[in-house]
């Protein structure tokens, strides 16, 4: 969707965190059978963050969230809304959002989560974008946040090696600067339920609920056809690039960074080949976080932006794929 006409949206402040705990390839190679060869030639990954006993995906979202809003310049009570993109939220319900709204000191203002998996924190930005450039509100909080460990198969080498736990925040602000050209200039948002099974966490729901035999089956912990999720992320990100550009009317020689979804090196390596796009202007990450789900773009975001990658004026473009099955992108000119 190209957002000409509409009042622009800036990301005003970014912040990330992450648990203590590392989980490197040769921890996993005493857990189950695999090398660290291995895992790093298909999916590029040597250690991921994993989260502590009783440490919960708002524990790391606050901490995330406190440093973007601290990045945008505000504080809390500036604050006019928050969205967290999570599939692993504290409860079931309360959502995680309620949760952040009253550890951040925040007033009284509209906090939900919102669950699209690897593409939740671009669905976020979507919904976050029409509210304020509605003139709804002038500073909203997203944060992307995971602790997909807590959810993950140890026993699977084929899924354990690939995920981790982290937080990404932004805070999205309206743009108040006269013939600024800065914000998001366009987004995209899709999904097709018929590819549900390919990524899922089948237990724990109302179609699998807990039972004694939900657990002895490993029904609780995320699966994942890894092959079939292959070959659609790369033609998914692909699509999106370019349909983006020719959207907005620009080449791919416009962007100077793209910041795709960590969901497995190879993959992105392979979008990039098919765009033509030098991989020096795409930010990987993924070597030491692993897959975090929705957190990935958010974390990405902000080490892009401290590690001086971007620029003002620059087109960033974001893309993502996940469970669901969704893809989103979005267009942003810094």
Same mark, same amino acid.
């Given at each position: 969707?190209? =957002? ?14 992450? @648990? ?31 989260? #502590? ?42 959502? /995680? ?10 007033? *009284? ?19 976050? *974008? ?6 709804? #509100? ?73 039972? @004694? ?11 994942? *056809?890894?092959? #079939? ?11 999106? +690039? ?53 957190? /990935?773009?958010?974390?990405? =975001? ?13 087109? +960033?473009? =974001? ?16």
């Amino acid at each position: 969707m190209l =957002l000409n006409g509409l009042r622009r949206v800036i990301i005003s402040g970014t912040g990330s965190h992450v @648990p203590e705990t590392r989980v490197t390839n040769l921890d996993l190679e005493r857990m189950v059978e695999t090398s660290d060869e291995w895992i790093r030639q298909r999916t590029g990954i040597i250690e991921r963050r994993k989260a #502590a006993k009783g440490e919960a995906t708002s524990d790391l979202a606050v901490e995330a969230a406190r440093k973007a809003i601290t990045d945008a310049g505000l504080t809390s009570t500036d604050i006019d809304g928050i969205v967290v993109a999570t599939v692993t939220p504290d409860y079931e319900f309360p959502s /995680t959002a309620c949760l952040l709204q009253h550890r951040l000191g925040c007033r *009284q203002i509209p906090s939900f989560d919102l669950s699209a998996a690897c593409s939740g924190f671009i669905y976020s930005m979507a919904v976050v *974008q029409a509210f304020i450039a509605s003139g709804g #509100a002038r500073h909203i909080l997203i944060v992307g946040a995971e602790t997909l460990t807590h959810f993950t198969d140890y026993e699977d080498r084929g899924t354990c090696i690939l995920f981790g736990d982290g937080a990404g925040a932004a805070v999205l602000s309206r743009n108040d600067s006269s013939g600024s050209a800065s914000g998001i200039i366009d987004i995209h948002l899709a999904a097709d339920g018929s590819g549900a099974e390919l990524m899922i966490l089948p237990g724990g729901g109302s179609r699998n609920p807990p039972s @004694p035999e939900m657990l002895g089956a490993r029904q609780n912990y995320i699966k994942l *056809q890894g092959r #079939a999720v292959y070959k659609h992320a790369v033609s998914k990100i692909v699509m999106l +690039v370019n349909e983006s550009l020719e959207r907005c009317h620009l080449g791919r020689d416009d962007i100077d960074l793209i910041i795709p979804h960590q969901m497995n090196a190879r993959i992105i390596e392979s979008a990039a080949k098919h765009l033509d796009i030098p991989m020096e202007k795409i930010f990987i990450n993924i070597d030491r976080y692993g897959n975090t789900s929705a957190a /990935t773009i958010p974390i990405a =975001l902000d080490e892009a932006k401290r590690e001086g990658r971007i620029d003002k004026g620059d087109l +960033v473009a =974001l893309v993502a794929f996940g469970g669901g099955m969704t893809w989103a992108s979005a267009l942003l000119r810094w």
